[in-house]
T-cell receptor
Framework: AQSVTQLGSHVSVSEGALVLLRCNYS??????LFWYVQYPNQGLQLLLK??????LVKGINGFEAEFKKSETSFHLTKPSAHMSDAAEYFC?????????????FGSGTRLQVQP | GAGVSQTPSNKVTEKGKYVELRCDPI?????LYWYRQSLGQGPEFLIY????????DSGLPNDRFFAVRPEGSVSTLKIQRTERGDSAVYLC?????????????FGPGTRLTVL
């Protein structure tokens, strides 16, 4: 069963505009939550993660995400898009209630930034 | 410091052949993961090692796939009797310890093409 869903396989924004990439999880126990970025022909790089504590998490390159338990969401945002943000973004989870340590990834969202 | 490295970066083989893919994790990382990423999809978990032993191999698709980590560092993913459907990017990741909140650091991947 799919435990993480990313709405929108492609998102296009103008340079300087707000970036919003959506992620929802489906487990009853909130999992560990991650956002990874993948640039063309490169490996995955961690942007940010939520494990415990403050629900608003700040990451690298000006990105942040907010864990909302009531909405089972962990959406990624950036106030002002830059051309260099064009990449594939993956939301991923590790469930807390199974003991497994494997990441389960969403299907990804490709972000395009228009000049 | 050095990140996760994977060799070869590209591998082209013929259907039915045997292939080995190598992963060198970050020094000191006890956990090592293999994932497979098909075109246009998020990575899918294959197997996870804690030290020398496979702690979770539930993602291996069938018995043609096997992985080892004999000394607790370098790992080799072995695929027998390759099929065209095995074509994908094979990603390796490593992490410190076994907490679900630990960051998994990814290598650049090996692109396997089965003709």
């Amino acid at each position: 069963a799919q435990s993480v869903t990313q709405l929108g396989s492609h998102v296009s924004v103008s340079e300087g505009a707000l970036v919003l990439l959506r992620c929802n999880y489906s487990s009853s126990v909130p999992p560990y939550l991650f956002w990874y970025v993948q640039y063309p022909n490169q490996g995955l790089q961690l942007l940010l993660k939520y494990t415990t504590g403050a629900t608003l998490v700040k990451g690298i390159n000006g990105f942040e995400a907010e864990f909302k338990k009531s909405e089972t969401s962990f959406h990624l945002t950036k106030p002002s898009a830059h051309m260099s943000d064009a990449a594939e973004y993956f939301c991923a989870v590790i469930r807390r209630d199974t003991g497994r340590r494997a990441l389960t990834f969403g299907s990804g969202t490709r972000l395009q930034v228009q000049p | 410091g050095a990140g996760v490295s994977q060799t070869p970066s590209n591998k082209v083989t013929e259907k039915g052949k045997y292939v080995e893919l190598r992963c060198d994790p970050i020094s000191g990382h006890t956990a090592l993961y293999w994932y497979r990423q098909s075109l246009g999809q998020g990575p899918e978990f294959l197997i996870y090692f804690q030290g020398t032993g496979a702690a979770d191999d539930s993602g291996l698709p069938n018995d043609r796939f096997f992985a080892v980590r004999p000394e607790g560092s370098v790992s080799t993913l072995k695929i027998q009797r390759t099929e065209r459907g095995d074509s994908a990017v094979y990603l390796c990741a490593s992490s410190l310890g076994t907490s679900g909140g630990n960051e998994q650091f990814f290598g650049p991947g090996t692109r396997l093409t089965v003709l």
